[in-house]
């Protein structure tokens, strides 16, 4: 089964955004695939997703579960298949966290642009616009190796 994993900050807003709208694309499409999301930083840890993400699913109509953020670890490289992030200072906190990216795993969830961080902005319409575009973008290009594996 293909692995992918979601990043962002504090694994309250964006990433667990991203691994719900991931799980709901795949059910919709008929994909199976382990998802999962995760904290560059130790703020949030243990804390579940922000109420106004969890609005914005709802809203949205995806479905979510409670959670607790965890961070990124060294064994989850291993784990692994694909790590997505949502902006240039999550990058570099999973290099330091994870020393390198040898298998070149590491990548920005849209090719071209950081994901909007609602955290600051506090505008969960464009973070959401932009995590559904990069999850779907993302989705077909894995839709291949998803079918490989199953």
Known sequence: ML???FVCHGNICRSPMAEFIMKDLCRKQGYTMEVDSVAATYEEIG???YYPARSKLKEKGIPFSKRQARILTKSDYQKFDHIYYMDAENRRDI???LGSDSQHKVQ???PDCDVS???WTDDFETAYQDIWEGCTYRLKQLAQMID???
């Open 3 to 5: 692995k992918i994993l």
């Open 47 to 49: 804390n579940d997703m």
């Open 148 to 150: 490989a594996y199953e």
């Open 108 to 110: 920005r969830l849209l």
């Open 117 to 119: 961080d609602p955290w």
């Open 95 to 97: 290099l330091r966290i």
